[in-house]
């Protein structure tokens, strides 16, 4: 079945930008069916959405961004390598979160939408 | 945004009990495009309930979703002790995606 991995540093300064890459196996991230999509957990809170991003075919890939991290935020796709990744720059205290990498199937039932595929979730702590 | 709120925060209930849930959001979401997830501690979400009331793969019946506009609840019988959890609604009726912030159920 579809696995996702994320990885990246667990410790980022203040001002600095927070990478952090996805793995895919088991599937392809080519595939029109699917939202590539990152999803943070701030400790002790709920679930934010940060951002997804979708292939088109043919280097056409189709971004979205959380707008209240829009001009921080760059999300990416290697179809080559399987992978996605999640850039945010300008990082402060509040962006320590756990992050998770995840799959949205919009094609339940011909037009819903869930994310039925997650990573196990990176912590990623803002300090210096 | 859609706003969603969760209620109650905390529930404590009994094996065998019945726990109700609630999602509210702030306006309607659009074709109740609606997902419930289960959190057990130190994992990742599962998804439970889409589309307001479809069960993903695998889910026990136990597990039912209902609602539809703005009021939305998720409804777990005959409570087992390994259903401890927090519990997620999301919407995805419009962009940005968004969360509620959970209801803890504590199974004693």
């Known amino acids: 079945q579809v696995q996702l991995q994320e990885s990246g540093p667990g410790l980022v300064k203040p001002s600095e930008t927070l990478s952090l890459t996805c793995t895919v196996s088991g599937g392809s991230v080519s595939s029109v069916s699917y939202y590539w999509s990152w999803i943070r957990q701030p400790p002790g809170k709920g679930l934010e959405w940060v951002g997804h991003i979708y292939y088109r075919g043919t280097t056409n890939y189709d971004p979205y961004y959380n707008p209240s991290l829009k001009s921080r935020l760059v999300v990416t796709l290697d179809t080559s390598k399987n992978q996605f990744s999640l850039n945010l720059r300008s990082v402060t205290a509040a962006d320590t979160a756990l992050y998770f990498c995840?799959?949205?199937?919009?094609?339940?039932?011909?037009?819903?939408?869930?994310?039925?595929?997650w990573g196990q979730g990176t912590t990623v702590t803002v300090s210096s | 945004e859609i706003v969603l709120t969760q209620s109650p925060g905390t529930l404590v209930l009994s094996p065998g009990e019945r726990a109700t849930l609630s999602c509210r959001a702030s306006q309607s979401v659009s074709n109740n495009n609606l997902a419930w997830y289960q959190q057990r501690p130190g994992q990742a979400p599962r998804l439970l309930i889409y589309a307001a009331s479809s069960r993903a793969t695998g889910i026990p019946d136990r597990f039912s979703g209902s609602g539809s506009g703005t009021d939305f609840t998720l409804t777990i019988s005959r409570l087992e002790p390994e259903d401890s959890a927090v519990y997620h609604c999301?919407?995805?009726?419009?962009?940005?995606?968004?969360f509620g912030l959970g209801t803890k159920l504590e199974i004693k």
């Open positions: 995840a799959r949205v199937n919009f094609n339940l039932r011909g037009y819903y939408y869930a994310v039925d595929v």
């Open positions: 999301q919407q995805f009726g419009s962009l940005p995606y968004t």
